[in-house]
């Protein structure tokens, strides 16, 4: 099974930018698509973005879309999420996530096989 480690995590204010980073444990991560999922308190986790094995095409939720970008590096076996302007309510632990199948995306939680231990996001106001 892959591991997934996750890292970028912090405390910033609003409208400020981090950017996330996702290492796989295994170079064959490149024929899975990938994701990111985020989870806030007391909320369930929820799907935020997807990209292809290749990194050509990229989904993201409506609430995320503008503001953040999925990206990866299978030179590196690691994935990105660039996250602009951010608000408040985009606080939550974000988790690095692989699909079950080479032939799905992981944008629901049941289509996972694979999640990182994730990193904290907090945005004041």
């Known amino acids: 099974q892959v591991q997934l480690v996750e890292s970028g995590g912090g405390l910033v204010q609003a409208g400020t930018s981090l950017r996330l980073s996702c290492a796989a444990s295994v170079r064959a991560i490149s024929t899975y698509a990938m994701g990111w999922f985020r989870q806030a308190p007391g909320k369930q986790r929820e799907w935020v973005a997807a990209?292809?094995?290749?990194?050509?095409?990229?989904y993201y939720t409506d609430s995320v879309k503008g503001r953040f970008t999925i990206s990866r590096d299978n030179t590196k076996n690691t994935m990105y999420l660039q996250m602009n302007s951010l608000k408040p309510e985009d606080t939550a632990v974000y988790y690095c996530a692989v699909p079950r199948s080479t032939l799905a995306y992981p944008t629901t939680t049941e289509s996972v096989a694979s999640w990182g231990q994730g990193t904290q996001v907090t945005v004041s106001s």
């Open positions: 990209i292809s094995s290749g990194g050509d095409r990229t």
